[in-house]
């Protein structure tokens, strides 16, 4: 009653309360029950080529096909084929949501939920939802997301940090091999055919991808966002996407249960907030010893990773994580009111700190491409 009289009095001096300013991330704010997440359902796919370029099929999609398990188990030289069978995705590209807009151009007319669904919905890419979720918990790396709003929907894009670029461009070469070796072990876990068996023989092109684009809701905030998938498993007990996609990680060989302990705590909330999103039931973890080979797997079925964190003072908890990203996304929504493509409000966390906005138009932030801009709104 109070608060709607304060309202009411903010509207008679014609003032109405102008939306916060920044968002604390502290875990302890957002430790209330479960927001409600809806089952993310697949409205379809893309796939990106050898040549990075963009097809409106699951050309792109491999085949879960994991070594038999009769005999002595995996023996995996991830370091195989390193540089000289490595074509590196150019990452000086900046490719903002262009793939995922190029998919929804052309699905746009024919989204269930009807004509209005898309205007009161947030599009983005799941790594971009995964970042927020764990900000609560990350105490190392920043991030920074460009909003904008077009035709009521709210469009966000992250922005590399200069901190992140930095990193990246002095990227040391132990850690580039590392980036190889995730991607070395798919190509040892996954069939280009149903039924058929891995061929490692080949090339690791990180320019090949299988995104699948997905409808969900948190709380009340609609979602449109895309994924990259590893894998499907033509074994999988439900034949129904996401149901059947499996996630596949790489991790260090753990022998000291500090070095597990760790693992859960941080490992594995990220493992965690990338596969609830998308609705990936099983992670499969391939852990690599000294020598970079993988000799043992373990799969984490996603609903019970949390399990090894459930009592554990310093762990992590998903009801934070999707509690935060709700409010996040509640504090966009209320932020960006102007509805123009060229205006981007960019949303900046560092750890430590609360989120903080600056408004920007045009280059360099603005990400809502013209070809994109033009063909919505003829
Ligand atoms: P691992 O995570 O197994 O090391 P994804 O697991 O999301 O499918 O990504 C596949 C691989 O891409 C990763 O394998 C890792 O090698 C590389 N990769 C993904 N995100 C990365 C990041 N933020 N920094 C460095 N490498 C990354
Ligand atoms: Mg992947
Ligand atoms: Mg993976």
Redesign the pocket.
């Known amino acids: 009653k109070r608060r709607a009289e304060r309202v009411d009095g903010a509207e008679r001096r014609n003032k109405l309360p102008s939306p916060a300013s920044s968002l604390p991330t502290d875990p302890a704010l957002y430790s209330g029950p479960f927001p409600f997440y809806r089952r993310p359902s697949e409205l379809g796919c893309f796939s990106l080529d050898a040549q990075r370029q963009y097809h409106g099929d699951a050309q792109a999609l491999r085949y879960y096909s994991p070594p038999p398990t009769n005999d002595q188990g995996p023996n995996f030289d991830l370091r195989d084929g390193y540089p000289d069978r490595y074509q590196p995705r150019d990452e000086e590209v900046q490719e903002r949501l262009d793939h995922l807009l190029r998919w929804l151009l052309d699905h746009r007319g024919k989204l269930e939920g009807g004509p209005g669904w898309l205007a009161g919905a947030i599009v983005t890419w799941r790594g971009h939802l995964t970042k927020l979720l764990t900000t609560p918990y990350e105490q190392q790396e920043g991030w920074q997301l460009a909003a904008s709003r077009f035709q009521g929907t709210l469009y966000l894009s992250e922005v590399e940090t200069p901190a992140a670029r930095a990193q990246r461009l002095a990227r040391p070469p132990l850690l580039r091999e590392?980036?190889?070796?995730?991607?070395k072990?798919?190509q040892y876990m996954c069939a280009d055919k149903p039924g058929s068996s891995p061929d490692p023989s080949g090339e690791v092109n990180t320019n090949v991808a299988f995104c699948s684009v997905l409808r969900s809701r948190l709380g009340s905030h609609r979602l449109l966002f895309s994924g990259?998938v590893?894998c499907t498993d033509p074994r999988a007990a439900s034949t129904q996407p996401p149901a059947c996609y499996v996630?596949?990680?790489?991790s260090k060989e753990m022998h000291r249960p500090g070095h597990w302990r760790s693992f859960y705590r941080h490992k594995l909330l990220k493992w965690w907030a990338?596969s609830f999103l998308l609705g990936v039931p099983n992670v499969v973890a391939g852990f690599r010893n000294p020598e970079g080979f993988v000799c043992s797997l373990k799969t984490f079925p996603t609903m019970e990773m949390f399990e090894y964190v459930r009592n554990d003072r310093d762990g992590w908890n998903p009801s934070v994580c999707m509690n935060f990203c709700a409010a996040f996304l509640s504090f966009a929504q209320n932020t960006v009111v102007q509805d123009d493509p060229r205006l981007v409000h960019l949303f900046s966390w560092e750890p430590g700190s609360p989120v903080t906005v600056s408004k920007h138009r045009d280059a360099p932030y603005a990400f809502l491409p013209m070809w994109y801009v033009e063909a919505v709104t003829r």
Do not use: R
């Not at 590392?178 to 991607?183: H, I, N, T």
């Open positions: 590392l980036m190889y070796m995730g991607y072990f798919e990259e590893d996630e596949l990680k790489t990338q």
